[in-house]
T-cell receptor
Framework: DGGITQSPKYLFRKEGQNVTLSCEQNLNHDAMYWYRQDPGQGLRLIYYSQIVNDFQKGDIAEGYSVSREKKESFPLTVTSAQKNPTAFYLC???????????????FGNGTRLTVT | QQQVKQSPQSLIVQKGGISIINCAYENTAFDYFPWYQQFPGKGPALLIAIRPDVSEKKEGRFTISFNKSAKQFSLHIMDSQPGDSATYFCAAVTTGTASKLTFGTGTRLQVTL
């Protein structure tokens, strides 16, 4: 079955440590996205990538970094500079960015990161 | 600046009742309005979507009503079932650009027996 795999489901880190969240898709989608979900705040865009080796900052990129070396992979690193890293992180992809039919996002099941 | 405002934050409906979730937007360049459904511990999934050139779209028990002049749209869930209990997000996007969806803050729906 095609889909988006996020791993691990739960992640615990000590404050001051960088941590990388994995996102892999086998949908052959061009665009990939990272969202952060906090209670009562909806989904906020961290970074997105429309093609390999290219990515753009979203609304809350500070303290995060990404790479897009392969079409199917879009890892997110939460750095020690992120002030409130504890959250539910969602990776998504879409077939064709910038077109109506490309608008539907397919989400993974998320990684819950807890930093203490 | 929140471009898509969603209400209510939470909603309790009895089984068989109608659930109504409302959203309002500011950016008139938005031209595609999807709704996503999210169950606990899962990622959101596309439920239904509408373009602004139609006033209503129905898929089974789910209906989107769209009022372009008021810049408002709503999700109606008819004959609500306990299995509909989830968080619902409205969203908006301007296609033809970078397709960045702007999400509402979500509505947690609980359907009771």
């Amino acid at each position: 079955d095609g889909g988006i795999t996020q791993s691990p489901k739960y992640l615990f880190r000590k404050e001051g440590q960088n941590v990388t969240l994995s996102c892999e898709q086998n949908l052959n989608h061009d665009a990939m996205y990272w969202y952060r979900q906090d209670p009562g705040q909806g989904l906020r865009l961290i970074y997105y990538s429309q093609i390999v080796n290219d990515f753009q900052k979203g609304d809350i990129a500070e303290g995060y970094s990404v790479s897009r070396e392969k079409k199917e992979s879009f890892p997110l690193t939460v750095t020690s500079a992120q002030k409130n890293p504890t959250a539910f992180y969602l990776c998504a992809s879409s077939r064709k960015p910038g077109t109506l039919e490309g608008s539907p996002l397919h989400f993974g099941n998320g990684t819950r990161l807890t930093v203490t | 600046q929140q471009q898509v405002k969603q209400s209510p934050q939470s909603l309790i409906v009895q089984k068989g009742g109608i659930s109504i979730i409302n959203c309002a937007y500011e950016n008139t360049a938005f031209d595609y309005f999807p709704w996503y459904q999210q169950f606990p511990g899962k990622g959101p999934a596309l439920l239904i979507a509408i373009r602004p050139d139609v006033s209503e779209k129905k898929e089974g028990r789910f209906t989107i009503s769209f009022n372009k002049s008021a810049k408002q749209f709503s999700l109606h869930i008819m004959d609500s079932q306990p299995g509909d209990s989830a968080t619902y997000f409205c969203a908006a996007v301007t296609t033809g650009t970078a397709s960045k969806l702007t999400f509402g803050t979500g509505t947690r729906l609980q359907v009771t027996l």
